[in-house]
Nanobody, 122 residues
Framework: QEQLVESGGGLVQAGGSLRLSCAAS????????MGWFRQAPGKEREFVAV????????TYTDAVQGRFTILRDNAKNTVYLQMNSLKPEDTAVYYC???????????????WGQGTQVTVSS
C-alpha cells in the first residue's frame, strides 16, 4: 500500500528555516518523481517543487526559487523540502506528492500525503 506521510511543519519567524520530510511506503517510490505542493487559507493548492527519481532534475515555482531546496534519499524512501529565508506568505499546509512521471507531478500527481502546517510569523 503506497502511502506518503509528511512531518517537520511548525511555527517559525520570518527569515527562519524549516525542513519538511515525506516518508514514502511502497516498493515503487524510489523510481517515482516526488514533489511538494502548498495550500494557503482561502487559496487553491499550488505546486512548489519536484525532483526526479534519481535527483538528476528539479523544478521550482518562481516564488520559492533560490530559497527552497528539494532533496531525496531513496535508501530511506524520503523526500525533503529545505525552506530557508521564510516569509509570512509561505504560510500554508504543505503536501507531499508522487507520480511515476516527472511532468505529471506538478499537474496531477497520483499519490498525496495528508499535509503538514507551516506558519511563518512576521
Amino acid at each position: 500500500q503506497e502511502q506518503l506521510v509528511e512531518s517537520g511543519g511548525g511555527l517559525v519567524q520570518a527569515g527562519g528555516s524549516l525542513r519538511l520530510s515525506c516518508a514514502a511506503s511502497g516498493r515503487f517510490f524510489s523510481s517515482y518523481a516526488m514533489g511538494w505542493f502548498r495550500q494557503a487559507p482561502g487559496k487553491e493548492r499550488e505546486f512548489v517543487a519536484v525532483i526526479s527519481w534519481n535527483s538528476g532534475r528539479t523544478t521550482y515555482t518562481d516564488a520559492v526559487q533560490g530559497r527552497f531546496t528539494i532533496l531525496r534519499d531513496n535508501a530511506k524512501n524520503t523526500v525533503y523540502l529545505q525552506m530557508n529565508s521564510l516569509k509570512p506568505e509561505d504560510t500554508a499546509v504543505y503536501y507531499c506528492a508522487a507520480d511515476p512521471d516527472y511532468g505529471s507531478v506538478s499537474l496531477s500527481p497520483h499519490f498525496w500525503g495528508q499535509g503538514t502546517q507551516v506558519t511563518v510569523s512576521s
